[in-house]
Structures are given as C-alpha cells and as structure tokens.
C-alpha cells in the first residue's frame, strides 16, 4: 500500500510541467519538412538553397525519426523541380512528410494561396506534426507585413509544444525564451521585407506616375481589374475602373451631402438604411483590396458612416484625377464617376465645414476614463470620457447610425459612487507595510542581480579580446606554420565565452525606470480613504487602472455597475440617477409622443406623470403645444396659500428638493410652486442646488450571492 508521501509524490510529478531539455526532445510526434522559396526564378537558380532541403531530411534521419525516404533521391526529385515547375512536390513515408508544395510562392502569401503552408497548419492542429524542419528560419513560413500570420502559427506551435528545428538548433514556442527569440525572427524577416521595399520604391513610384496600382486601398466605386498572374502566384492588376454598383450610391451620397449643405447627421438619416453591396464571388479579391473592407457591415452590405462620407468628398479618383505621394497628378487618368461640379460643391463643404480653431486646450483625464463599458447594445462599446465638459458619454449610435445617444451622464453621478464601492475594499493598513518590505526586498536583490550580471558581462568581454589577441600567436613568424593544437584550444575559450554572454543577453531585460520612493508609496496607501478627495482625478485614474479590469454599465434611470477586479472578483453598484438636462438623451421618442397624444386632452396631471415617467409636468405641457394638443377644460381648483404651506415650502426648498417633488408632497402644479418662490424670493445654496444621486453597493461576488450596502450624496 502506497504511503500519503508516494501519493503525494505521484501527483506532483503527473501535474510537474516539463523542462526545456524535454520540450526540446526529439524524436517527438512526427517530423514535417517545409521547403519554400520567394520565386521561381530562385527555384532556377539557387542550387543550394534547393539542396539544403534534402539535407533536411538527412538532419530529420539523424533526429530518431523512420523513414525509406532518401536523401539522395529527394535530392535528384528537388532537381527535377527546378526545370520543371508540375513535377511531384510532396512525398509522405513513414514519420517523415517532405513538402515543397510553395517553391516559388511569396512568404507574404496567407494559407488560401500556399497549399503547403495550409497542410502543416492543418496537421499541427491535429496534433500529429510534433517538429517542423525549415532551411532559413521561420522566415519560410512567413513574411506577413501584418504581423497577423507568424503569430497565429507561433500561438499554434506552442499550444501543441511543437518543434522548429533548423541546421543551427532546436526551439519550442512552449518555451517562453524560445517564443522570444522565434517572434524576434519573425520581425527580423519582416524588417528585411521592409529594407526590400525601400529599394524596390523607385520603381513603385515610377509605376505610379503611369496612373497604375502600387498596392494602396481601392476607392469607393471603383475595382481593380486583374491582367494576368505573376510565376509565384501573386497577380498582376491594371488600371481602376468603375463598378456601377458601387458607383450609383457613391452619387446618391454626394447628392445628398450637398442637399444636406453639409450635415453628416442629416445626410446619414436621409440616406437612411442604404449601403454599398457586397462583391460577387467572381469579385471575392476585392474585398481585401476596396477601402470598404474597414466598414462594419450589414447583411445588405458595408455601412455608410460620416468618416466615409467625409473621405469621399475629398477623393479627387472620383473625378478621374490619378495621384500617389508627392508625384505629379494625372488628369483623366480613368474614367470619373461622379459630375465635376457634384464633386466640387461637396468638396467645398466638407473644406469650410467647422468651426475656426483657435488655442489647444489640455484636460486631465476623468477617473473612471477607459474603465467603462456600456452593455445596452449588442456588443460591449466603451464609453468615452469628455473630460472638457466632465460627462461620460455613450454616442457611437447618434453618429455613426443617426440614432438616439445612449448615455450622456454627468460625471460625479458614476464617479462617486463606483469611487466609494472601490475604497470600501481598500482597507490597506494592516498589509501594506509587509507588502512594501517585500517589494523593497525584491528591488534591492534584482538591483544586485544587474550589478553582477553587468561586471560579469565586462569580464568576459575583456577575456574574450585576450584570447583573440593570442589567436597571431598561433602561426610561426619564421615558417608560417600554425599550430593547430593551440588555435583550436584558443577558438574553444572563444566559444565558451560567447556562450556564458548569450546566455545572459538572453535573460529577460529589466526596465529602465526610475527607482521607486518606497516612503512615498507608503504614505500614499496608508492614507488613500483619508485623502482621495485631494487627489488629481488623472492620479485617481492612474490608480484604479492598477486594480479594476473593466466596468460594464446598463441601464437608463436606474443604472448597473458592474466592477471586475483585476483579481477575478467582481462587484455590482446600482445607482439611482436623478433625472437628465443633457438635450442628447432627453429627446422626446415616438413612443412618448403617441402616449402622450393619447392621454393628453382627457387625463389628469396626475395620471400624465405616471405615464411619463422622468418627464415633469412642464416638459409635458410644452411638448403637448408644440404638438399643437389641447386639453379638456377643467374646474379651477385654485386655492389660497396659507401660513402652514408657505413653511413648508421653505423648509423643502432650502433642503434642497426638487420642485416636482415639492409639488407632489403640496399636492399644487409645479407653475404654482415656482410662482410662490418667486414671490417669497426664496434663494437655494449652490450645494442644495445640485442634483441627488443614490446608490447601493454590493460586497465582492466570488459566487452568485451578494449582500448590498446604501450610499447617498446630494
């Protein structure tokens, strides 16, 4: 029977993470060798670049891994290739898959034009690939400019603990110091795209001054027609040319634009549910190539917005006006469509539209700005902080859709409450002393630690140049001879040092900051409740980053605060919000207006204040002439102001309550309130002036049960 040690024990070694020297093993799985070059003409030309493949196979045999297939033989099949382009570019056999299906393909190309690259994405998904065998690096696999490409295959070969294996060395992307240096090669072979791209300018820029495509983004209702098919599959485009489709509601929107005299929103809404058409599939390239691609789509199609509105009317292609960079512009370089005088009249409005700009002004950040998230849409939006105006906003709909704002809340209304729910958790004092000395602790050794690594670093420098300078020494002046024994001993002291300093380059690098005043971080915690008020709200800001993931806020009236720490707890804060002035989210909607065209002529004060909620009986009244309602006439229920209502009234008034509120408590119209302040002339402090704002708040969730706390500020 096992002991509580051995069981113990064999759970400690079913759960132990392997090492790097295991990560590292092979044989492991089965081996995939992927050859690729840049063109066919080095396919022709690059013997040794083609050779190196079959020695890949060889390096694969010499790994563990079982194969018939032959070096040699591989070797003559590779030679074959290079004369003619159809021969046999794949052989499978036993644990080893030799695949040179993308000779002659760009690394730039994704996984739909390189059929090689897409097996061995598909096969170490499967998990059947355990190391990849490549010539140069992963510089084979990919030259993605985007960037998007090696990291989606670096995050694939470390979720399944794949190899790479080269010539010079084995990596594992499991390992972070290996997925370090893999993502360095994947920049660097990006960075030598870019120096290529430097050269190859001049002859961008001279095909651009012939009016044809260089590779920028396709405008709007246009397409660029392909002309032929380069040898290692990229294609070969002409000149723009209209596509009507797209075309036709390019005009409509310019039309409109200038109907509008200008107005995005106005324009937007007249436009109405209108988009521009999605391609067809004998047109499917076009979607990575038209300027549309950046656009949210429908299901009828890309969506219209403001920006693309603005960036339209300034297009000069859409008058047939060709220019790329600072060459000269080519008139009638292709055929326009859209009239010169459409085009000019919009160009002119969107150029003088706008107020003139007069000083920048700077504004701290709001406490709560990038935390919030407002979840009454489908997807999450962040809400923006206007810190000129201190509100929190919610407006992607009013501009991007022409619909409704979502939210427009004054600033304290969230901030105070989501403030006290977090400084409610904070009761630092019995830690933050223990915490600080450790910190202090780990400061001072990785201090120490940098001083070594750096005087170690020097030494072996200095002893690397002894050895170098002894390395003359090793041919006899007088016979020249070189004694070989003393080189190698020399070279091998080389070698050692070069590895002891690779080694530690490698080591994670320590930021260059300035060293913590561990005094002033004390004093900040200790008195962090105390104090918060003091603070800037961009140093408030500062400090919640560090501890609150996101806020996820709903609601209208009442509102859900959601707070996810960044621990994984989460805590809920509704907040009771008085009544809004912003005009954003106080317009009236079709709903209310039908209500309220209903109720209006026959019901009482009473009865209208119940059906519209938020809505005071002023509002009620003035939106019921403008909609030029009247109401059924009533008995004059007017009556006298006694010595007990008028104090009453100031006691309320003076507290600071609203006038609807009074008005209900006195049972009069809110005219008639207003009236008696007026005449008693009664004056609120600026404190009692300000709008209430209610909350409860409730304790950390780490489950679904909660218990909940009340706050209240006026």
Known sequence: MQTIEQIIESRRQLNKKPGEQELRLLPYKTAYIYGRLSSLKQVRDSHESIREIARLLELAIADGYKTSLSPDDIGLELD????????????????????????????????????????????????????????????????????????????????????????????????????????????????????MNRRMFRRKRQKAGRGEYVGESIVSGYLLPITGQKLNGEYEYGKIVPYQPHADVVNRILEEFVKQNGNYRKTLIALGDLTFPFFPAELQYMERLTSLRTCKTRTTGYRITWSLIKGLARNLKLIGIWQWGDTDPIIGNHEPIVSEELFMEAYRLVSTKGKPRGKAASFELMQWSGLLYCVNHPEPRRIQALSSKGRYTCNYDYFQEAKETCMDITGRFLDEPLSDAVLRQLDLTAFTEEILLRLESESNSRSIEETQSRQLTRRLEGDKKKWQALLPSCVDENTGEVNHEREDYYWNQIHEIDKQLEEIRSRPAQSDTKPVDYSEVRGFLQGISSNWQSYSPGLKNRFLRLLIDKVEISGDNVIEAVIFWKNGFRQKVTIYRPPSNSKLERRWTQEEDDLLRLLYKTSSDETLRVALPGRTMKAITLRGNRMNLRRSHRANKWRRWSREDDNTLIQYFEDGMAIPEIAEKLCRSESSIQARIKVKNLQQSRKSREKIVRWEISDLIPSQQSSTRGGYRG
Request: charged share 35%.
């Open 80 to 195: 074959k290739i290079r004369d003619n382009p159809s021969a046999v570019k794949l052989w499978v056999d036993g644990e080893v898959t030799n695949d040179v299906r993308d000779l002659g393909i760009s690394g730039q190309l994704s996984y739909e034009d390189r059929q090689g690259l897409a097996d061995l994405q598909r096969k170490v998904d499967e998990g059947s690939v355990g190391a990849v065998y490549l010539t140069e690096g992963v510089s084979r696999l990919s030259r993605d400019k985007d960037r998007i490409l090696p990291y989606q295959l670096l995050k694939l070969l470390k979720e399944h603990q794949c190899r790479i294996r080269t010539l010079e060395g084995v990596w594992n992307p499991a390992i972070d110091r290996d997925f370090d240096y893999l993502a360095e090669e994947f920049e660097d072979a990006i960075g030598e795209l870019k120096v």
